[in-house]
Structure formats: structure tokens, C-alpha cells
């Protein structure tokens, strides 16, 4: 079955610092793969999105790579600033049987000032 | 547009009550999804539907019905709430599914806690 294997957190980082969240999968088929954030009290947002191998998803200063020959999708920021504070979930769908989304377990970011 | 909408934003519930979760979108989207969402495990997938009239199992179904009557509700039933569903649970919804999917868009979520 798919899943998805996220580093584990929480990650506390200082304001310009730079940031990279592991994202590993398996998965049948040839997924789809997302970075979803999680602002407190809030819903999940869609933040960057890759559909094929060595497609690179971009939004807000964050990026992540498809990358097929490591299975792997690391969410990466030069920068980060307070208001990245959220969690980050890492998200895969292939057109296995469930054609749904399968999580990671999420990793909470908090930048200080 | 309202997106999706999920009601109560919190419940408690005493073991054995039963509720139901509402959730609704203005998208005219074809897929909704339900999940929960513990410390540590990430989402896990309760039922989806494909459609009005159509809905199947996810990871984790025991303990909740579902039906989708229209293409904008889909309601999560407890049947009969135990503590181990104490969770926040969140409604998606999406244009397509599998390789089509551009994007699931979330509700703000309902934090139950079963005492």
C-alpha cells in the first residue's frame, strides 16, 4: 500500500534560518505527491504540488522536488519567518484502489523572532 | 464561496451518544473525503465518496457511517461514541481523484472529545 514517511518533529528554527522537512514514500503506481500546511486552528491548505519525477512545486518561498530514483519530496525554504509557524504535512495519491490522499504524520515548524 | 463547511467546530460527547458531523460544500465537487486526525499519525482516511449515492470504506471506518444524498453534503455518523474517537476530524473535497486530482480543499475542522 502507499504511505508516506515524514521527519519526525518539532523543528524550532530562528527567523532567515533555512529549513528542510524529509519526505519519503512508497507507492504504487506513479503518485502524485503535495506538501500540505496547517495553520493553528485552521484547516489543512494546500501548499505546492508535483505531478511527475523531477517536477520541482513552488509557493510562498517554499520548494520541494519529486525526486522517483529516492522516493523522495523534502519541503525546503531559504528563509523562513515567524509567520511559517504552522505544521507541515507531507501528502501522496496514486491511482491505487483508494485514489485518495495518504499522510505523513506532520511536522510542526515554530520560528522564533 | 464558503469552500467547505464543517459543523460543530467542537464537541464533547459522554460514551455511547451518538452525532453526527456535518459537512458541506459549494464547489460542486464530486469527491469528499472524511479524516481524522491524532498526534502523531498524521490524517488517516474514515470513508470517501466518488459521487451522490456512492461511498466506500477508508483506513480507519469502524465506529462511523456515512451517506452523500447530494453532491454538496456528507455527513459522518457515531453511532455510538467511544473515547478512542476522540480526535479532530476534517471534511476534503476535490474536483477529481487519483492522477487527476489538482487539489483537495480541507474544512477548519471539528474537535470531538468523548468523555
Known amino acids: 500500500g502507499n504511505s508516506v514517511t515524514q521527519m519526525e518533529g518539532p523543528v524550532t528554527l530562528s527567523e532567515e534560518a533555512f529549513l528542510t522537512i524529509n519526505c519519503t514514500y512508497t507507492a504504487t503506481g506513479y503518485p502524485s505527491l503535495f506538501w500540505y500546511v496547517q495553520y493553528p486552528g485552521e484547516g489543512l491548505q494546500l501548499l505546492l504540488k508535483?505531478?511527475?519525477?523531477?517536477d520541482k512545486g513552488s509557493n510562498k518561498g517554499f520548494e520541494a522536488t519529486y525526486r522517483k530514483e529516492t522516493t523522495s519530496f523534502h519541503l525546503e525554504k531559504g528563509s523562513v519567518q515567524v509567520s511559517d509557524s504552522a505544521v507541515y504535512f507531507c501528502?501522496?495519491?496514486?491511482?491505487?484502489?483508494?485514489?485518495?490522499?495518504?499522510f505523513g504524520s506532520g511536522t510542526q515548524l515554530t520560528v522564533l523572532p | 464561496n464558503a469552500g467547505v463547511t464543517q459543523t460543530p467546530k467542537f464537541q464533547v460527547l459522554k460514551t455511547g451518544q451518538s452525532m453526527t458531523l456535518q459537512c458541506a460544500q459549494d464547489?460542486?465537487?464530486?469527491?469528499m473525503s472524511w479524516y481524522r486526525q491524532d498526534p502523531g499519525m498524521g490524517l488517516r482516511l474514515i470513508h470517501y465518496s466518488v459521487g451522490a449515492g456512492i461511498t466506500d470504506q477508508g483506513e480507519v471506518p469502524n465506529g462511523y457511517n456515512v451517506s452523500r444524498s447530494t453532491t454538496e453534503d456528507f455527513p459522518l455518523r457515531l453511532l455510538s461514541a467511544a473515547p478512542s474517537q476522540t480526535s479532530v476530524y476534517f471534511c476534503?473535497?476535490?474536483?477529481?481523484?487519483?492522477?487527476?486530482?489538482?487539489?483537495?480543499?480541507f474544512g477548519q475542522g471539528t474537535r470531538l472529545t468523548v468523555v
Open positions: 501528502a501522496l495519491i496514486s491511482s491505487g484502489s483508494a485514489r485518495q490522499l495518504t
Open positions: 476534503a473535497s476535490s474536483y477529481g481523484t487519483g492522477r487527476d486530482l489538482t487539489e483537495a480543499f
Open positions: 464547489m460542486n465537487h464530486e469527491y
Open positions: 508535483a505531478t511527475k519525477a523531477d
